[in-house]
């Protein structure tokens, strides 16, 4: 039932994409972010998001729509058959041992149903392979700044909403930042989340990741994303008075545009006032 759902967003989600092409403003289609009229899941771009939908679709929603029928048949039952005309001498039972052993055993199975894949995934998310490159995410209020490791030149910058009257073509209100990150396509990218004030939330729904920036710990997440686009997320941990206003744009790209990137970044970035990327780790003054 919710394959109807999913191939609507994806129609809306490739229709979105070709528009952003034909704009020529934007070189790469954006896949991650929400569209009009959507219900469900942004398009999964990792294995981690395809299983955590897996998840909600085949087991939980069946399980919970179940469970409610359930109840609701049962309801309207006791309502027919019990009531007082139907029903006018009550019965006096208290115990039923096998009933009473059914509806301990029954959830209990329903439960394990849940925890195996639920276990799974979670060691999926936190047990983390050995990462291709480190992408050192800082928060604050309220932006990001991305700080890329030394192997990649050591540069960090700050990355912020484009405000209403700097949008071009192509790009999304509330969504584009002046200075999105970059990452390759296929590659481990641990992602190293600190906070340098309160605490936020580093969340890209594609990529199914979404990890709490405290300050003075430092929160590892992953990804390796599957498909070149653009993705987009948000704060997700109420942070102070412009939360709504510190979105997250991620380009996945080859390779080659990877390093292309890298090397206009370096320049680009070289002086920039941002966070040291050493020293971010443990920072609260
Ligand atoms: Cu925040």
Request: aromatic residues 10%; glycine residues 8%.
């Amino acid at each position: 039932m919710t394959g109807g759902w999913l191939s609507v967003v994806r129609g809306g989600i490739a229709a979105l994409g070709s528009c952003a092409a034909v704009g020529a403003a934007r070189a790469e289609t954006i896949l991650g972010a929400p569209v009009s009229g959507q219900m469900g899941f942004l398009p999964a771009n990792t294995v981690v998001q395809a299983d955590i939908e897996w998840f909600h679709n085949d087991i939980l929603l069946p399980v919970t729509i179940g469970i409610s029928l359930l109840v609701l048949v049962l309801l309207a039952y006791v309502v027919y058959r019990f009531n007082e005309q139907a029903n006018p001498v009550a019965s006096r039972t208290a115990h039923n041992g096998p009933l009473e052993i059914a509806w301990t055993v029954v959830p209990a199975l329903v439960l394990v149903v849940i925890a195996v894949p639920s276990f799974r995934l979670l060691s999926q998310q936190l047990i983390i392979p050995a990462p291709d490159m480190t992408l050192k995410v800082t928060a604050s209020q309220w932006h990001w700044n991305y700080g890329y490791p030394k192997s990649d030149g050591g540069f960090s910058f700050d990355s912020l909403i484009k405000e209403d009257k700097d949008l071009k073509p192509g790009d999304i209100r509330l969504l584009s930042v002046d200075n999105a990150a970059y990452v390759p396509v296929g590659k481990i990218v641990e992602v190293d989340v600190v906070s340098q004030d309160v605490i936020h939330s580093f969340s890209v729904p594609s990529f199914g990741i979404k990890i709490d920036a405290v300050p003075g710990r430092l929160n590892k997440t992953w990804f390796k994303a599957d498909h070149e686009g653009v993705f987009y997320g948000q704060c997700s941990n109420i942070c102070g008075i412009d939360h709504a206003f510190m979105p997250i744009e991620v380009h996945v790209v080859s390779p080659d545009a990877y390093q292309a990137w890298l090397e206009g970044a370096k320049k680009q970035f070289a002086n920039a006032d941002g966070v040291d990327v050493a020293q971010t780790s443990l920072v609260r003054p």
